[in-house]
């Protein structure tokens, strides 16, 4: 059974950093891609960083220069490192792991970025 469950979020004031974490579970992982989505009320959930199996990533241009994701293949983790964070990146963030042609996604961690 594939499941994921992030950590991580939380209220930061902008210019802040926060790290989240994705803890995936099931067989495999290593060659699938993971990713991070995030959703505000009203809205679709949008892309934020992807990485796939060989390493290759993929940011939305918002978060450009700012955000970094990884991962640990032995670990079956998948981290988002968000800095300078601003009051637009506030949404509720959603992890991702793409596998045998289906998307499963986490619970969702709240990120606020509010003075």
């Known amino acids: 059974q594939v499941q994921l469950v992030e950590s991580g979020g939380g209220l930061v004031q902008p210019g802040g950093s926060l790290r989240l974490s994705c803890a995936a579970s099931?067989?495999?992982?290593?060659?699938?891609?993971v990713g991070w989505y995030r959703q505000v009320p009203g809205k679709e959930r949008e892309s934020v960083a992807v990485i796939t199996g060989g390493g290759a990533t993929n940011y939305a241009d918002s978060v450009k220069g700012r955000f970094t994701i990884s991962r640990d293949n032995a670990e079956k983790m998948v981290y988002l490192q968000m800095n300078s964070l601003k009051p637009e990146d506030t949404a509720v963030y959603y992890c991702l792991r793409r596998y045998l042609g289906t998307n499963y996604w986490g619970q969702g961690t709240q990120v606020t970025v509010s003075s």
């Open positions: 099931g067989i495999g992982f290593s060659t699938n891609t």
